[in-house]
């Protein structure tokens, strides 16, 4: 996840921008979980994105706040990397279940925040109690232009 901008060069000056951030921080632990296309169109699954697996059919789902039986909002593990799926295509993925991980870099369903009510607690406690210990961390390290 981390990239190099060259942002100005006039031939006496360079500016660069440089983003070290990295969505897995330490102490991480991957599955590999099964996720079926059902949405009718191609889907673009994002890295970061928040995984839940169902009851039924033990496949990852991108998790849902509004599921009450099936298991789909009941956290799982964030998935490791970007990956293209096609209609009705069934993908393994690689799912991170354990470690320290950028809070900022999860990616939510639209509508879905980590204050969001599931079942009595919130979606950031059932993330940091449901897997097996994924703790989110927020950092700003070098956030100012002149690094102050």
């Not at 369903?109 to 993330?127: K, M, S, V």
Request: proline content about 2%; some cysteine; overall charge negative.
């Amino acid at each position: 996840m981390s990239e190099v901008t060259q942002v100005f060069n006039n031939g006496n000056m360079t500016i660069t921008n440089y983003d070290i951030t990295k969505l897995f921080l330490r102490d991480t632990r991957f599955v590999t979980a099964e996720f079926t296309n059902g949405t009718g169109a191609e889907l673009v699954l994002p890295a970061g994105t928040l995984l839940a697996r169902t009851g039924a059919d033990n496949k990852a789902v991108i998790i849902d706040k509004t599921a009450t039986t099936t298991g789909a909002q009941i956290p799982l593990g964030v998935n490791a990397s970007s990956v293209t799926i096609a209609i009705a295509a069934t993908v393994t993925l690689t799912v991170c279940v354990k470690g320290e991980i950028e809070k900022s870099l999860v990616v939510l369903p639209a509508g879905t925040d980590y204050d969001d009510n599931i079942q009595g607690r919130t979606l950031e406690d059932r993330i940091m109690g449901d897997t097996l210990g994924i703790l989110l961390i927020t950092s700003e390290n070098l956030t100012e232009f002149d690094n102050q």
